[in-house]
């Protein structure tokens, strides 16, 4: 199983970025898949998820300004980022796991994790 997240890069307060997952090596559409973030002293914080029927869940922090998607076809995860703050700054993370779970923004439901990409919001 690989994970290789990739659309972090450096952006000023209330712009926009788009962060990718690209998957390979498992069966993609039977996965739940999620972000999480984790800035320097801080734990790590489930961002948004998308179980292995679609459905979605975000963090309270970034409800209304992120949005979750896939593209099965691609084994694509992504996550789009809207309005961001300063508070967002962090180091992504994409993470999957086999069929659905109950805890989908837990980082311990997940078995499988990218390397990160690092955002950073400037006020």
């Known amino acids: 199983v690989q994970l290789v997240e990739s659309g972090g890069g450096s952006v000023q307060s209330g712009g926009s970025l788009r962060l990718s997952c690209a998957a390979s090596g498992f069966t993609y559409s039977i996965y739940s898949m999620a972000w999480f973030r984790q800035a320097p002293g801080k734990e790590r914080e489930g961002v948004a998820a998308?179980?292995?029927?679609?459905?979605?869940v975000y963090g309270d922090s970034v409800k209304g300004r992120f949005t979750i998607s896939q593209d099965n076809a691609k084994n694509t995860l992504y996550l789009q980022m809207n309005s961001l703050e300063a508070e967002d700054t962090a180091k992504y993370y994409c993470?999957?796991?086999?069929?659905?779970?109950?805890?989908?923004?837990?980082?311990?439901?997940?078995?499988?994790w990218g390397q990160g990409t690092q955002v950073t919001v400037s006020s």
């Open positions: 993470a999957a796991r086999r069929g659905k779970t109950s805890y989908l923004l837990r980082g311990w439901a997940y078995n499988f």
């Open positions: 998308i179980d292995s029927d679609g459905s979605t």
